[in-house]
DNA sequence: TTGTACGCGTTATCAG
DNA sequence: CTGATAACGCGTACAA
């Protein structure tokens, strides 16, 4: 291994002095910084990044827990903050639980033991003391998608409760009475957030709804779900099927379409997120984009603020409708 | 920040007694154990990994390097090489080039300076200068979906030029003529050689097909792509699309069914990967599916091997058609 | 079995 | 402007 003594010695120099050729820090004449830099070039020198995180104390390194990379909406939120923290000099750590609390703890050991400036967590804990061994080392924690139960960290997520709320108004708009509320997976507490926010709106037009979860973030999944509640006779069957993400929805236009129904003249479908996934199904699906560019872009910020110690203000992440093909009112 | 030396003094032992206990070698009383273990418990102490890297030599670290994690085929990539090397007790550093040359250039100035044991890499640079610092270093790579231009190194990918073929073969043998090769992106060494493969079975049989690629990963630009194909008279336009991925197909059923024909019946399309998405559209693709699952865990084993010393045979991985419903005989 | 002392590659401090 | 030197936390000869 080439290291800075190697330098000096090959530039006529001292330790101290290629140091500050390397971080542009004190004073160094031109000629003697030249010297160093061709005896940089000429051993093709890299600094120790673990020397100089002993020495310094910060590591440069970000953890980011999440449940998943296949899962398409958290490899999208995924691309994003990775692209965020390198334009930033900061590497993540990217640590897919798979939705289990044993590895998510044993991720916990590990972003502690790798000394990590920060962390961005979307949790699958229901409680607080693996975090907390992050807050007892002083490391900032910002969530992401979702609340850390028990902590009192800032959460930069979508509002799922009103996301429900606008799909279950959408129909209501239509003139829909009969719903079915299908989706997955059931752990998931956006996704609980977003069924409550449904069934809350419902419940103030007098309705109430089929609630049908699955436990698998699994297109094939929602289908069977979907086909179970769309295979009852015409005068049960729901008008309305509300997805609680996009692919749970596509499951549903799946079934509806294999039973030999016809969307959204015999069944309106409406799902959550806006993945480039809801333009490839035909008819396309309508949907509530939540920002999820922003979501990562925010997260990062806010975790970049509170690793220097300053604190700014979260902007608002707006949901928005986007109508497309799968709705209609009943006929 | 508690370390190693403050257990020892709380447990009343030796550093190195402390260091022993850690790491489970050399001989420890059970009593002086169970000191040890106490003392770490009770100061909530977590080994410092730079310092242990610094010491060690091997940082058990590997630079994962893929274009995008908002790509589907990668974001399943990215997830089980995660898995892998971290059941393996190896941390990803996952670098997403977005197929910039400039930007890899500097992830790789980072695994460098991160004194990472191994990278994985599906790269988008066309000469070997960047991958030969790695190896120049004496970083074990492998290649993973392509491989690396100007170098020597292991390549765990599909056989895109053999799934090309599989492609044509498909539609000839359903008794089409009239061909059309679409996709994204162009630059792609995989989608290159797909194309290839495909005009290739296409000319043994006589047959020319119009080929036209698009930059981005998009499913926008493929379907306009094939719009401006599929847009010509009946008497010039294909009978059968093979998309270069996935997603280019579907933006050629889109293209299609926008135009008023009816897949298959009009326009057969077949697609490329087999993603979940290839079963989002309807009619459902018909596709050549690569065993992307196995590529990433073949390329951790591959590399951990590698890094061990070791050298292990590469299994095969093999291309399969999978015939759904968007391919039939021109009518 | 246990303890002491050194060095890994940097950077910060302080003296020239 | 430049240089000598002391840490950072750990693992490991070597000594006891």
């Known amino acids: 291994m080439t290291s800075i003594r190697d330098i000096a010695k090959l530039a006529g120099a001292s330790v101290t002095t290629v140091s500050r050729v390397i971080n542009n820090s004190g004073y160094v ?9 061709q005896a940089i070039a000429a051993l093709a020198f890299t600094p120790n990044a673990n020397a100089r995180r002993m020495r310094s104390g910060n590591s440069l390194m970000v953890g980011v827990v999440l449940p998943a990379l296949d899962v398409p909406f958290f490899g999208i939120l995924a691309h994003v903050i990775e692209q965020e923290l390198f334009r930033r000099g900061l590497q993540a750590l990217i640590c897919c639980t798979n939705e289990s609390p044993d590895q998510e703890a044993r991720y916990i050991s590990m972003l502690l033991s790798q000394q990590v400036d920060g962390v961005l967590a979307a949790s699958v804990l229901e409680d607080s003391t693996q975090y907390q061994r992050l807050v007892d080392a002083g490391i900032p924690i910002v969530a992401i998608d979702r609340a850390l139960p028990g902590l009192a960290a ?10 429900g709320r606008m799909m279950a108004e959408h129909l209501l708009g239509l003139g829909h009475r009969r719903f079915a509320v299908i989706g997955a997976p059931q752990h998931s507490p956006p996704v609980q957030a977003r069924v409550q926010g449904a069934t809350e709106r419902l419940a103030e037009a007098g309705l109430a709804a089929q609630v049908v979860l699955g436990s698998a973030h699994d297109f094939d999944a929602c289908r069977e779900l979907a086909l179970g509640i769309l295979g009852s006779s015409v005068d049960h069957r729901p008008t309305a099927v509300i997805g ?22 015999d069944v309106s479908v409406i799902g959550f997120d806006d993945l480039p996934e809801a333009r490839y199904v035909l008819p396309a699906l309508t949907t509530v984009a939540q920002p999820f560019r922003q979501i990562g ?12 110690g300053d604190v700014v203000e979260l902007a608002a992440l707006p949901l928005r409708l986007v109508v497309r093909d799968t709705t209609a009112p009943p006929r």
């Open 29 to 37: 004449s031109a000629a003697t910084r030249a010297r160093v830099e």
């Open 154 to 163: 800032v959460s930069v997520a979508a509002d799922h409760l009103t996301g």
């Open 244 to 265: 609680t993400t996009d692919i749970a929805a596509i499951g549903a236009i799946h079934a509806a379409i294999g039973l030999g129904l016809v969307v959204p003249d």
């Open 297 to 308: 872009v925010q997260a990062v910020a806010q975790l970049a603020a509170r690793i220097a």
